[in-house]
């Protein structure tokens, strides 16, 4: 009877192990979809008369996001000062859009039925960064919870999270083409070092995966080593460096409402991962170890 009752204990280790695979397969399918979604969605807004000022102040309040889903999904409750924070975030973006939504009918100023149809695709735009962002906020919750019950593996996460979606821009097909086109006929560039003549726009795609590439790992390692406030931190500092960067370099139209508003999101971000608070009990470490000398 022992031999069988091995042969019984295999199988049953087997049967287990192909069940745990389809269910982690079947989580990071849902993964992989909304990740999908969310940064083709997140693309497409630039698509319709929505500004990279306003497309990076609206991602900014990913965070906020996160909390909302986070008491409404895991029934989590929060500090006044975290509920300030969320209120700072809501009406510097309220601002922002607002008088982003002023500027494009103002600069409409073809016909009135063009004008229209201008903000018509900036409400379309609104509405798809909403999703996109609430959409990115539903994510970070179900990675939270994939985390806790197959353990956390960052590296994997990442690798799937690219790697799964790469079939589905079959279906965008016909716009990459287009695109790769236009690139085609963009103006040629010499690329420095290597002395080669290429379009442009390439050289610019180019840069940009590069710099992307370096961004996610650096994030990713970054999670290995610091706490989760330390990267909320990071990340919000480097896309505030990246509002200023666009703002100057681009020339883009940004009054002094903006900028209120951009204060707005930024203080209330950090009132929100409690910078001040860690700083204070950073410094009292050094006073209470020179006490005990």
Known sequence: MRPFFA????????????????????YYAVMVTMFFTVSVVNNYALNLNIAMPLHMIFRSGSLIANMVLGIIILKKRYSIFKYTSIALV????????????KQVTSQSSLSENDGFQAFAWWL???????FALLMSARMGIFQETLYKQFGKHSKEALFYNHALPLPGFIFLASDI????????????????????AVPIMWFYLLMN??????CIRGVFILTTECTSLTVTLFVTLRKFVSLIFSILYFQNPFTLW????????????LMYTEVWNSLGATKSQPRKEDKKN
């Open 7 to 26: 042969v019984g204990l295999v199988f049953a280790g087997c049967c287990s192990n192909v069940i745990f695979l389809e269910l982690l397969a079947r």
């Open 90 to 101: 809501s009406v510097g973006i309220f601002i922002c859009t607002f008088m982003s939504a």
């Open 124 to 130: 379309l735009g609104i509405g798809a960064l909403t």
């Open 177 to 196: 083409y287009d695109h790769a086109v236009l690139f085609n006929k963009s103006e040629l560039y010499q690329v420095p070092v290597v002395g080669v």
């Open 209 to 214: 995966i590069i710099t992307q590439y370096v």
């Open 258 to 269: 903006h900028w209120l508003g951009t204060l707005f999101v930024f203080i209330g971000t």
